[in-house]
């Protein structure tokens, strides 16, 4: 599936340019996740490579369909030059790695926590998987493929993941947005939710 890889790492550099950074990370009994970093105006990118090399398996599968099945990479994007936001770049591999290691699907509006903060200093411990087609078109695979998604990831404090679980994605997004939470800001505080 190293077409699908190529494919994928074609639409990153078309959409977001050169990477300036790349990183791979094996675990064992997975194949190779790879994070790229773009730097532009100001905000810098990480994006997964290597996690759309198989279609996602539903864990109560008896046997994984090696075409068919929902395919993604994921994104998380933040403001340069405040937090040593480069640390990232393993718990974004151990994310990426979260289908094949534990049998997960990850769709929007899922809550991914990597158990620690996502670097050093970040009030964040896990992401909301955000709705695809925003920055990075979806990449259409030649049936019976499913489309490659770029799900962006924004990060979640404590409190927002908890009250993301009694409330759900779309109330948490709201509750953003009415508040003007700045997403990318690394040293942000979590939104008020009382």
Not at 22 to 37: H, M, N, P, S, W
Not at 42 to 52: D, E, F
Request: overall charge negative.
């Amino acid at each position: 599936m190293s077409d699908v890889l190529e494919l994928v790492e074609a639409r990153l550099r078309t959409t977001l340019g050169e990477p300036d950074a790349r990183a791979a990370v094996t675990f064992l009994g997975t194949d190779r996740i790879e994070v790229l970093r773009f730097v532009d105006s100001g905000v810098v990118r990480y994006a997964t490579l290597g996690m759309s090399a198989q279609p996602m398996a539903d864990p109560t599968a008896v046997v994984a369909d090696p075409l068919r099945g929902p395919r993604a990479e994921l994104v998380l994007s933040v403001r340069g030059g405040l937090a040593d936001t480069d640390k990232a770049l393993r718990p974004l591999a151990v994310l990426a790695a979260s289908p094949q290691v534990e049998g997960v699907v990850v769709a929007p509006g899922a809550s991914l926590d990597v158990g620690e903060p996502l670097w050093p200093g970040a009030t964040f411990t896990s992401v909301l998987v955000a709705a695809p087609g925003g920055l990075v078109e979806d990449l259409e695979l030649d049936e019976p493929r499913e489309p490659v998604r770029f799900l962006p990831l924004l990060p979640m404090t404590p409190n927002e993941a908890a009250w993301k679980r009694v409330h759900g994605a779309e109330a948490l997004e709201k509750r953003w947005l009415e508040h003007g939470t700045d997403l990318r800001d690394p040293l942000r505080t979590g939104v008020p939710l009382d």
